[in-house]
T-cell receptor, first 117, second 114 residues
């Protein structure tokens, strides 16, 4: 089974609108971390936002927020007020297990977001 | 610039040749990771180091691949007898052991094996 599933290969959003990128995960470990990264065409992975499995509130970082639904094992990324510079690939990732044990990270296949002027 | 750096950024080689890539992590980060990313896919974990110790290796890391981090600072990834299937982007990331352990990525080395 896939550890991280991103079912939207491509998404389009109008500039200044909000968009939700879906991510579901699979783990039986009670301790894990969920991450979203942005990868522009230049190739560098840029960290956006983090959600820990024990965090009570949804994470927010500026225009990014993570809609964490633990029972559904989903961690959707919401980008508000989209900008042209948001056009990129977006990857959801999971660290399985406690952070101090150095477990490997699992990445999804990504969603390509295009912001339309 | 205090981010993760990787060299070279691009490498073209002929099948059968050996190649070596270097990664310099963020200076205070004790963990270093190597990933491989092919077109249209997310990064796939290869191996990681905590300080100079290599603690985990993926099944993807065949015996032609070797990684080192001799002094717990920079790391090298060597591919011997390259094959066309090795063509990919090789990403390095570093992190600091703490609650969140966010990995910060370098720009990657794009390898093309002819």
């Amino acid at each position: 089974a896939q550890k991280i599933t991103q079912t939207q290969p491509g998404m389009f959003v109008q500039e200044k609108e909000a968009v939700t990128l879906d991510c579901t995960y699979d783990t039986s470990d009670p301790s894990y971390g969920l991450f979203w990264y942005k990868q522009p065409s230049s190739g560098e992975m840029i960290f956006l936002i983090y959600q820990g499995s024990y965090d009570q509130q949804n994470a927010t970082e500026g225009r990014y927020s993570l809609n964490f639904q633990k029972a559904r094992k989903s961690a959707n990324l919401v980008i508000s007020a989209s900008q042209l510079g948001d056009s990129a690939m977006y990857f959801c990732a999971m660290r399985e297990g406690p952070s101090n044990t150095g477990n490997q990270f699992y990445f999804g296949t990504g969603t390509s977001l295009t912001v339309i002027p | 610039d205090t981010g993760v750096s990787q060299n070279p950024r691009h490498k073209i080689t002929k099948r059968g040749q050996n190649v070596t890539f270097r990664c310099d992590p963020i200076s205070e980060h004790n963990r270093l990771y190597w990933y491989r990313q092919t077109l249209g896919q997310g990064p796939e974990f290869l191996t990681y180091f905590q300080n100079e110790a290599q603690l985990e290796k993926s099944r993807l890391l065949s015996d032609r691949f070797s990684a080192e981090r001799p002094k717990g600072s920079f790391s090298t990834l060597e591919i011997q007898r390259t094959e066309q299937g090795d063509s990919a982007m090789y990403l390095c990331a570093s992190s600091l052991t703490r609650v969140q352990e966010t990995q910060y990525f370098g720009p990657g080395t794009r390898l093309l094996v002819l």
